[in-house]
């Protein structure tokens, strides 16, 4: 949440830093600004709006500084207005902060700072930090090159919370400081310029080149070099990360909406997920993992943590462990798990799943399964990412940049991976070989199904325009399906903001199917051939009470009984999930279409959620 952008270098730092913007404004979108360093002090140019707005305020082409900070803002605390916009400065003037996070002790410094003089002018957290600097700055009698670095240092050890951020002063105008602590920050190296932002993609037009901060780290950084310092501020060192995404992945290449080229990129997301890790006649290997059978053997439970979509995947995950491992499996929201005093140990396995590996509830999550004694392990598509670097063991889904913020392709390369670790585990624990080769030779199939899939995205258009005006919508399913109900209804709701309820459909008629009303549309996902039956009465059931009904199926049914029937391939049922969400993705799609909105940026959302 809240994206941050800096540049330090020859160029002129606005229009790189606006442009930054634009391609972060997934992190949050409701104002946002820039600050640089000019010939005669700070500039400060921000307002409420989206990021566009910056091109239109006055004397914005006149800077023309080369170092600058910049911020587009999902508010936490503080409406969205221009006051509460970042950057925020001292009351001096002589420090300019963006900030991402929470400060939760803000209250207290503000009094404390107020008592000492200052004055504020917002309702944010992040006011406190640019005055907490001064402090510190103006109290430091030695005046030296390290006086701007102490004074940050000082003031963030005063902060409680979470943080990420950078800082300019008009003292020092060839330096940009930054630091984080649970909040992600990353500096692109270039050829005598260097960049900072809170995701990879906004800066990889300028930079594959990567240093990864760790928290509680302080960089400077200048136009040549940046040198970084531990929390005492003892000199470290570092290595860049090359980073392989390129910079055409994070464009929308043609497509209106990223999130239509995302769902697009499904098949070669997978594909790249399966990878070279994998094929039919070989053992899965995942070079990063070492379990043996004896600990897999010792485990007596698995938990999923996760949230939104990515917990959804988690529970795709459990139906495939549970039936291949024989293990049991529990899949939770991260916010509730980690504050229900969850039953971990030694003999339990965490998994965590993350697209960013940002979302400040799972990290935490992960943090309180490593403090019980678990062996923790994180499934991520950002090398580096927080999460990855907190747990002991990390891999990855090769789905490329995910801009949009309603997660698609993220989502079926993380079925697929978990899925494989499932094989993975299977083949360890040597459980039932030809279950186990029939569902690899499948997962091979796999992308040329979803590419079939992808053919019926003009039908689900036409029914799309026949939905869009509805004020709810159902979404039913049983086993496997039910998560893939559950998938597509939450995509529905988040880019449409038309009400959508999912409920396994046996449970419809102990109380939910008193909702049902004419004319109403129920969409159902029917891949499993063992609930065919139970499956068709309870659609029969809704559409008595006069129900509109799409459904969604790789079985032979009589499709006379309902308003459009999508057929899609059939594969083995542990992987349908990752065909049957395609159609529901695109319905989600169009409808947003049809009503005029912005698909990739819906409102109240930020792509990653880095604050509890
Ligand atoms: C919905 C969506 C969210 C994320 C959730 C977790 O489309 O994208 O529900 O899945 O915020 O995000 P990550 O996977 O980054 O931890």
Same mark, same amino acid.
């Given at each position: 949440?809240?994206?941050?952008?800096?540049?330090?270098?020859? /160029?002129?730092?606005?229009?790189? %830093?606006?442009?930054? %913007?634009?391609?972060?404004?997934?992190?949050?979108?409701?104002?946002?600004?820039?600050?640089?360093?000019?010939?005669?002090?700070?500039?400060?140019?921000?307002?409420?709006?989206?990021?566009?707005?910056?091109? @239109?305020?006055?004397?914005?082409?006149?800077?023309?500084?080369?170092?600058?900070?910049?911020?587009?803002?999902?508010?936490?605390?503080?409406?969205?207005? $221009?006051?509460?916009?970042?950057?925020?400065?001292?009351?001096?003037?002589?420090?300019?902060?963006?900030?991402?996070?929470?400060?939760?002790?803000?209250?207290?410094?503000?009094?404390?700072?107020? /008592?000492?003089?200052?004055?504020?002018?917002?309702?944010?957290?992040?006011?406190?930090?640019?005055?907490?600097?001064? &402090?510190? &700055?103006?109290?430091?009698?030695?005046?030296?090159?390290?006086?701007?670095?102490?004074?940050?240092?000082?003031?963030?050890?005063?902060?409680?919370?979470?943080?990420?951020?950078?800082?300019?002063?008009?003292?020092?105008?060839?330096?940009?400081?930054?630091?984080?602590?649970?909040?992600?920050?990353?500096?692109?190296?270039?050829?005598?310029?260097?960049?900072?932002?809170?995701?990879?993609?906004?800066?990889?037009?300028?930079?594959?080149?990567?240093?990864? %901060? !760790?928290?509680?780290?302080?960089?400077? %950084?200048?136009?040549?070099?940046?040198?970084?310092?531990?929390?005492?501020?003892?000199?470290?060192?570092?290595?860049?990360?090359?980073?392989?995404?390129?910079?055409?992945?994070?464009?929308?290449?043609?497509?209106?909406?990223?999130?239509?080229?995302?769902? &697009?990129?499904?098949?070669?997301?997978?594909?790249?997920?399966?990878?070279?890790?994998?094929?039919?006649?070989?053992?899965?290997?995942?070079?990063?993992?070492?379990?043996?059978?004896?600990?897999?053997?010792?485990?007596?439970?698995?938990?999923?943590?996760?949230?939104?979509?990515?917990? @959804?995947?988690?529970?795709?995950?459990?139906?495939?462990?549970?039936?291949?491992?024989?293990?049991?499996?529990?899949?939770?929201?991260?916010?509730?798990?980690?504050?229900?005093?969850?039953?971990?140990?030694?003999?339990?396995?965490?998994?965590?799943?993350?697209?960013?590996?940002?979302?400040?509830?799972?990290?935490?999550?992960?943090?309180?399964?490593?403090?019980?004694?678990?062996?923790?392990?994180?499934?991520?598509?950002?090398?580096?990412?927080?999460?990855?670097?907190?747990?002991?063991?990390?891999?990855?889904?090769?789905?490329?940049?995910?801009?949009?913020?309603?997660?698609?392709?993220?989502?079926?390369?993380?079925?697929?991976?978990?899925?494989?670790?499932?094989?993975?585990?299977?083949?360890?624990?040597?459980? !039932?070989? /030809?279950?186990?080769?029939?569902?690899?030779?499948?997962?091979?199939?796999?992308? $040329?199904?979803?590419?079939?899939?992808?053919?019926?995205?003009?039908?689900?258009?036409?029914?799309?325009?026949?939905?869009?005006?509805?004020? !709810?919508?159902?979404?039913?399913?049983?086993?496997?399906?039910?998560?893939?109900?559950?998938?597509?209804?939450?995509?529905?709701?988040?880019?449409?903001? +038309? @009400?959508?309820?999912?409920?396994?459909?046996?449970?419809?008629? @102990?109380?939910?199917?008193?909702?049902?009303?004419?004319? +109403?549309?129920?969409?159902?996902?029917?891949?499993?051939?063992?609930?065919?039956?139970?499956?068709?009465?309870?659609?029969?059931? #809704?559409?008595?009470?006069?129900?509109?009904?799409?459904?969604?199926?790789?079985?032979?049914?009589?499709?006379?009984?309902?308003?459009?029937?999508?057929?899609?391939?059939?594969?083995?049922?542990? +992987?349908?999930?990752?065909?049957?969400? #395609?159609?529901? /993705?695109?319905?989600?799609? &169009?409808?947003?279409?049809?009503?005029?909105?912005?698909? !990739?940026?819906?409102?109240?959302?930020?792509?990653?959620?880095?604050?509890?």
């Amino acid at each position: 949440m809240c994206g941050i952008v800096g540049y330090i270098g020859n /160029q002129k730092a606005s229009p790189i %830093l606006i442009n930054g %913007l634009i391609r972060l404004e997934y992190r949050g979108y409701d104002s946002a600004g820039i600050s640089t360093i000019e010939d005669n002090g700070l500039s400060l140019m921000k307002d409420k709006g989206r990021v566009k707005n910056l091109y @239109h305020l006055e004397g914005i082409d006149d800077l023309t500084g080369t170092i600058g900070i910049a911020h587009t803002r999902w508010a936490t605390h503080g409406k969205p207005a $221009k006051e509460n916009s970042h950057p925020h400065m001292d009351n001096s003037q002589t420090f300019s902060v963006v900030h991402n996070g929470i400060i939760e002790n803000y209250h207290e410094l503000r009094n404390f700072l107020t /008592q000492n003089g200052y004055t504020f002018y917002s309702q944010t957290d992040t006011e406190v930090i640019p005055n907490l600097v001064h &402090y510190y &700055y103006q109290k430091d009698e030695n005046h030296d090159e390290l006086r701007f670095l102490r004074a940050v240092k000082n003031a963030c050890g005063d902060l409680k919370g979470s943080y990420a951020i950078e800082i300019i002063c008009k003292d020092y105008p060839n330096i940009m400081i930054v630091t984080r602590k649970d909040s992600p920050l990353v500096i692109g190296k270039g050829e005598n310029e260097n960049y900072i932002s809170s995701d990879i993609p906004a800066i990889l037009s300028f930079t594959r080149n990567f240093y990864l %901060l !760790d928290d509680l780290e302080f960089a400077i %950084l200048t136009r040549e070099a940046v040198s970084f310092y531990d929390k005492d501020l003892n000199p470290t060192s570092k290595e860049t990360k090359t980073i392989e995404w390129n910079s055409a992945s994070a464009e929308k290449e043609g497509f209106e909406d990223f999130m239509l080229k995302e769902i &697009y990129e499904q098949p070669t997301a997978i594909r790249e997920t399966i990878g070279a890790k994998f094929n039919e006649s070989t053992k899965c290997e995942f070079d990063e993992l070492n379990f043996t059978k004896d600990y897999l053997s010792s485990i007596n439970k698995i938990y999923i943590v996760a949230c939104g979509t990515a917990m @959804h995947a988690g529970l795709v995950g459990k139906n495939v462990i549970e039936k291949l491992c024989k293990i049991t499996t529990e899949v939770d929201v991260a916010s509730e798990f980690r504050y229900r005093d969850p039953l971990v140990d030694e003999k339990t396995l965490c998994i965590f799943i993350s697209q960013s590996g940002e979302t400040a509830d799972t990290i935490a999550a992960l943090k309180l399964c490593k403090e019980k004694g678990s062996k923790t392990l994180a499934i991520s598509n950002v090398i580096g990412s927080s999460i990855t670097r907190e747990a002991d063991y990390s891999i990855y889904t090769h789905a490329g940049p995910e801009i949009a913020v309603a997660s698609t392709k993220a989502y079926t390369s993380q079925v697929i991976l978990i899925t494989i670790l499932a094989i993975y585990f299977a083949e360890i624990l040597e459980m !039932d070989s /030809q279950m186990i080769n029939t569902l690899k030779k499948d997962i091979m199939e796999l992308p $040329k199904k979803i590419e079939e899939t992808l053919k019926l995205s003009e039908v689900i258009q036409d029914f799309s325009k026949k939905a869009y005006q509805e004020k !709810d919508i159902f979404f039913l399913g049983r086993g496997v399906d039910e998560t893939v109900a559950r998938e597509g209804s939450l995509k529905l709701k988040e880019i449409s903001y +038309i @009400h959508s309820e999912s409920y396994p459909a046996g449970e419809l008629k @102990h109380g939910p199917i008193a909702l049902i009303e004419n004319d +109403i549309t129920v969409v159902s996902i029917l891949t499993d051939s063992n609930l065919v039956e139970k499956m068709v009465s309870n659609i029969q059931e #809704v559409i008595t009470r006069g129900a509109k009904t799409l459904v969604i199926t790789n079985q032979n049914i009589d499709k006379n009984m309902f308003d459009m029937t999508i057929q899609i391939p059939k594969t083995n049922s542990f +992987i349908s999930p990752i065909l049957s969400i #395609v159609p529901l /993705q695109l319905f989600a799609y &169009y409808i947003s279409k049809e009503k005029g909105l912005d698909v !990739d940026k819906p409102r109240n959302l930020a792509k990653s959620v880095t604050v509890e």
